[in-house]
């Protein structure tokens, strides 16, 4: 009932909305469920056993152990996520002010921009710092890469333009 609701309230099921409204959410929503199993799961076990992290992959970096990273992980690339997908679906009228630097758009639009550029930034100095090479590393920088290119798409520009 829940999800027949969401696509009542939310117009989901109109066809004037570009494909690439229904990509970016399930973009993010992807990003967010790794993002929270990754870091509630080094919050759970700062020693990275639930990953398979070694604690020796931290020696380069300022880390004593992976509380702090999973935490990080799980508020800035899990809960954010989650957050402007609400934003993209429901259009809510919340004023940002200048955290928006588009201001024609909707925040949740911006929003989603800057959390592809988080992405491609947390894989980018994760690899500097950690210094290992991760299977996933590669994955969640192609989803930054597709989450950055899809919030430019000039349909949904147009879309959530604001009058």
């Known amino acids: ?21 229904f990509l970016l959410p399930v973009l993010l929503l992807f990003q967010a469920i790794g993002a929270l199993y990754g870091g509630i ?11 398979q992290m070694p604690l020796s992959w931290l020696q380069p970096s300022p880390f004593a152990n992976y509380f702090i990273p999973g935490l990080i ?3 800035v690339l899990g809960c954010f996520p989650v957050f402007i997908v609400y934003g993209l679906l429901f259009m809510p009228k919340w004023n940002f002010g200048y955290l928006n630097i588009y201001p024609k758009r909707h925040w949740s639009l911006t929003f989603a921009l800057y959390l592809g550029i988080m992405l ?6 994760q690899l500097l710092m950690v210094q290992q090479y991760f299977w996933l590393q590669p994955i969640m920088a192609l989803t930054g890469l597709l989450i950055i290119v899809t919030s430019l798409a000039p349909r949904l520009i147009a879309y959530y333009g604001q009058p």
Do not use: E, T, Y
């Not at 080094?42 to 990275?48: C, E, I, Q, T």
């Not at 491609?120 to 100095?125: A, E, G, L, S, T």
């Open 73 to 75: 992980l799980a508020v």
């Open 1 to 21: 009932w829940i999800i027949i609701q969401l696509f009542v309230d939310c117009n989901l099921c109109c066809m004037k909305r570009p494909f690439v409204f």
């Open 41 to 51: 799961s080094l919050m759970l076990k700062p020693d990275g056993s639930i990953m």
């Open 120 to 125: 491609v930034c947390w894989i980018n100095v």
